[in-house]
């Protein structure tokens, strides 16, 4: 099984330059090789091929990312199944990954930026709900509570002291940030997603 990351940029038009994909193409290679696992089409959407237990961390390093250029979010769909590496481009390959991956993403409303669609309707009743709540706070990341939550997720052995050292500013002021971005919580919801779909795929 397989997890497809389905995504588009949330007011691309507004921005300026292209910051934006610099940022985008700069996160999606930290998971892969453009085509294969990963490209951009129509002009600022996006597939991602990615590990199952992966999903999670991808989604929301991919959103911290973006949500550090003014005016910029993303949408995102996750869809995990089986899939058929019948092309050497993403977006013309297929299977029930992607087919997943796409109902979820169509189905995004304005708030609910990233769902997850899988073969366990249980698994997406429990991760649908903990991400609404979770976008909650995400949706409203400042640049600088981005930018910390993108630092901590991606190195969380980093104490705050050298988080602070890395970007210039103090103990005091990484603390503040990660607690306004949610940090805490929103890597225990990434951990706990993670645990569970280890448990899911084990059965098969």
Excluded at 8 to 21: C, G, M, Q
Excluded at 129 to 140: F, I, Q, S, V, Y
């Amino acid at each position: 099984m397989i997890s497809i990351i389905t995504g588009d940029i949330v007011n691309s038009r507004k921005a300026s330059d292209f910051t934006w994909l610099a940022a985008l193409k700069k996160t999606l290679i930290k998971f892969g090789k453009q085509p294969n696992d990963w490209d951009i089409f129509r002009g600022d959407s996006f597939q991602l091929k990615i590990a199952i237990e992966e999903a999670f961390f991808a989604a929301f390093l991919i959103k911290s990312y973006l949500k550090q250029i003014e005016n910029i979010d993303v949408r995102i769909g996750v869809g995990i199944g089986k899939g058929i590496n019948n092309s050497k481009n993403i977006t013309e390959a297929n299977g029930e990954a992607f087919i997943n991956s796409g109902k979820v993403f169509e189905g995004l409303v304005k708030k609910q930026l990233i769902a997850i669609k899988s073969p366990w309707t249980e698994l997406d009743d429990e991760f649908n709900l903990a991400l609404e709540l979770a976008l909650l706070t995400m949706n409203n990341w400042t640049k600088n509570s981005a930018e910390v939550f993108q630092i901590s997720l991606e190195n969380p052995t980093l104490t705050q002291n050298e988080i602070a050292d890395k970007l210039g500013i103090t103990q005091g002021r990484v603390s503040e940030r990660q607690k306004r971005a949610g940090y805490d919580a929103i890597s225990k919801l990434e951990k706990r997603y993670r645990k569970q779909i280890k448990e899911k795929t084990s059965l098969l």
